[in-house]
């Protein structure tokens, strides 16, 4: 099993920046690809970004790229979102996930809130 804590999300002006943050525990050694997802209110779960184990392959959505940036400290299991320039938009529940190499996203967080206000 592995269990993975968010942490980070809050209220932010537009343009703003915000660092979310996300803690494995567990079985982390059979983890590779660690992600970033996010919800907005009525539309689907969508994908953010995500890196595998040495940070190598690095993918974003197109409409985060150039503002996001994803990192992973392994030696802290814990992998990070540097969100800037904060659009209304970028508003939803960010939730981390990881995944085993070649393998769909099976472990989930809980979640945390990012609202980006006018």
């Known amino acids: 099993q592995v269990q993975l804590v968010e942490s980070g999300g809050g209220l932010v002006q537009a343009g703003g920046s915000l660092r979310l943050s996300c803690a494995a525990s567990?079985?982390?050694?059979?983890?590779?690809?660690m992600g970033w997802f996010r919800q907005a209110p009525g539309k689907d779960r969508e994908f953010v970004a995500d890196s595998n184990w040495n940070g190598g392959t690095i993918r974003y959505t197109d409409s985060v790229k150039g503002r996001f940036t994803i990192s992973r400290d392994n030696a802290n299991n814990t992998v990070y979102l540097q969100m800037n320039s904060l659009k209304p938009e970028d508003t939803a529940v960010y939730y981390c996930?990881?995944?085993?190499?070649?393998?769909?996203?099976?472990?989930w967080g809980q979640g945390t809130q990012v609202t980006v206000s006018l």
């Open positions: 567990g079985r982390t050694f059979s983890m590779n690809t």
């Open positions: 996930a990881a995944a085993q190499a070649g393998r769909a996203y099976y472990y």
